[in-house]
């Protein structure tokens, strides 16, 4: 059952793939092992010279690179920053990446960047501010859009709706894709307390068109969203889940700190190819 | 947007602005129940990436100044809100100035501030966008490169990871990037590299060169090569 938005917008699953990182600028190139796709933090890129710029070259000539930001700043209260959205437009096409994502979030204040992916209320008036800026920002680049859920580990004043309810009305009041984070879905249960699943039906999945894998770091109090460690076996079940309810669906393993080896990387993501192949099998 | 959600975004850019302050977040919002400890962790988590990125941008500065004033520098700088550009590591660009304009007054070494540009300039040489040809068609200078001027023998120093405090004296520092490896490369500019980089500014041949200056031939080429081999000069073919 391939989601309707990726049907409305002719894009296919794509398999597992994972993350340029700066650690990999050099090897992920010549890899010999299994990957269907490559993820890139567009802000590595749009003003970056050099290095990552050679990387990314020699991953588009092999690979689909799909377009991941952190900067969009989508949530925030300013204006949608022009130089960023036309290099981020620029990118997109020069690599021809299908659709491109950010997350449900703000990361700027008074002008200045904070370089973090910052909760916002889970309120119908965020979703009044949010869905106009989503609506601009697949104007201007002029693809296929998903937001990300993001982790959070404060619910911030002024909510009024659950997260599930929040991310249904800006998805669908934007008519914008979604990028499922299991892991991110997991830590918030954890953090605040609810059933996973139960969240996961709440969601529109029939808009889910990637999804994140990633490790976490538990604390006594809290479960930070770290990306430095495995997938847990919880977040793969959880993954499981997903898979069952919105079929075959773009993995990526986000791994962004403390990395092994770009091999412990690709190990997992051959671990998502499997169950996605698995239950295709079906 | 909403007078509430207004309100919100007004009172969590005073508490980013100082994160100690997390009682007054709380007061703007009555019966908020979250708990603090968790919502600090956005507080840290925001100074932690201004932190993280002075450090790895100017590691010699933070030697040079030494960890206590290190942190005094960061909070001072941070304060003045560089996060102006979606990419982070521009928030290092204005740090060398500030660092000129702090010196005195918080008692610096010397040559702190021009250590500071040298690391900046380092980084902007590496990422630099300007585009490297792959072939030329003459000698021509690197794109990249660009040249500082300080009253301290930084490239040795720099050279030697920054042990002690750098020798005194004029030097002329040129960074590059090397069109293959696209590592940063410096050195204190000496004749041959100046007479590369001139050869190619002013279309000078090795043979005009030698005549002009009795410099036999043989040596000049053998000076170009090795700026060609440095990648400060790219030459055709
Ligand atoms: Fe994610």
Same mark, same amino acid.
């Given at each position: 059952? #391939? ?83 036309? &290099? ?54 002029? &693809? ?56 996961? /039906? ?11 894998? @990633? ?17 847990? /076996? ?49 | 947007?909403? #007078?509430?959600? !207004? ?10 602005? /100082?994160?100690?302050?997390? /009682? ?5 919002? #009555? ?40 942190? =005094?520098?960061? !909070? ?27 010196? =005195? ?9 021009? $250590? ?36 301290? !023998? $930084? ?9 002690? =405090? ?6 002329? @520092? ?14 204190? @500019? ?48």
């Amino acid at each position: 059952m #391939p989601s309707s938005y990726a049907r409305r917008h002719g894009l296919k699953p794509l398999g597992a793939g994972i993350g340029l990182r700066r650690e990999f600028y050099a090897q992920l190139p010549e890899t010999t092992r299994a990957l269907d796709w490559v993820e890139i933090i567009p802000e590595n890129f749009l003003t970056l010279g050099g290095r990552p710029q050679r990387a990314l070259e020699a991953c588009a000539e092999r690979w689909t690179v799909l377009s991941h930001g952190v900067a969009l700043n989508v949530g925030g209260p300013g204006p949608l920053d022009e130089d960023y959205l036309s &290099r981020l437009k620029a990118l997109v096409e020069r690599v021809d990446a299908p659709f491109f994502s950010d997350h449900l979030c703000y990361t700027r204040l008074g002008g200045v960047y904070l370089y973090d992916l910052l909760p916002l209320p889970f309120s119908e008036e965020a979703v009044e501010h949010v869905v106009p800026r989503v609506r601009e920002v697949m104007d201007r680049v002029e &693809r296929p859009f998903l937001l990300e859920n993001p982790s959070y580990y404060a619910r911030m004043p002024g909510g009024t709706l659950e997260e599930a309810t929040f991310l249904r009305h800006v998805a669908e009041q934007a008519d914008c894709g979604l990028l499922l984070d299991v892991n991110n879905v997991y830590v918030n249960s954890q953090n605040h307390g609810y059933e996973p699943r139960a969240f996961v /039906d709440a969601l529109p999945l029939e808009r889910v068109v990637q999804i994140h894998l @990633a490790g976490h770091e538990r604390q006594p109090d809290v479960i930070l969203d770290t990306h430095g460690a495995e997938v847990c /076996d919880e977040v793969w079940e959880l993954y499981r889940y997903v898979l069952e309810r919105t079929g075959p669906v773009s993995t990526l393993i986000e791994w962004d700190q403390d990395i092994p080896s770009m091999d412990a990387v690709l190990d997992e993501a051959d671990r998502a190819r499997a169950v996605l192949a698995e239950l295709e099998a079906r | 947007m909403k #007078p509430g959600l !207004r309100g919100f975004f007004d009172s969590m850019e005073e508490y980013f602005a /100082d994160p100690g302050q997390v /009682d007054r977040l709380y007061a703007a919002h #009555p019966g908020w129940e979250a708990s603090r400890s968790r919502v600090a962790i956005y507080g840290r988590l925001v100074r932690h990436h201004v932190n993280a990125t002075l450090e790895k941008l100017f590691p010699l500065t933070r030697g040079g100044v030494g960890e206590e004033r290190w942190e =005094e520098l960061v !909070r001072a700088y941070e304060a003045l809100r560089p996060g102006t550009s979606f990419e982070l590591n521009r928030m290092g660009e204005g740090f060398p100035g500030f660092l000129a304009d702090e010196a =005195e007054r918080r008692g610096l070494p010397g040559y702190v501030p021009a $250590l500071a540009r040298f690391e900046w300039t380092d980084f902007e040489v590496f990422s630099s966008m300007e585009p490297v040809p792959e072939r030329v068609e003459r000698l021509t200078v690197n794109p990249t490169l660009a040249v500082l001027e300080h009253p301290f !023998r $930084l490239c040795a120093y720099v050279r030697a990871k920054g042990k002690g =405090e750098p020798a005194a004296g004029q030097e002329m @520092a040129l960074l590059w990037r090397h069109p293959e490896t696209l590592v940063t490369m410096y050195m204190a @500019a000496s004749d041959r590299a100046l007479l590369a980089v001139k050869m190619a500014m002013e279309g000078l041949t090795p043979e005009g060169v030698a005549s002009a200056t009795g410099v036999p031939e043989a040596d000049i080429r053998a000076a170009l090569e090795e700026c060609v081999k440095d990648g400060l000069v790219l030459a055709p073919g």
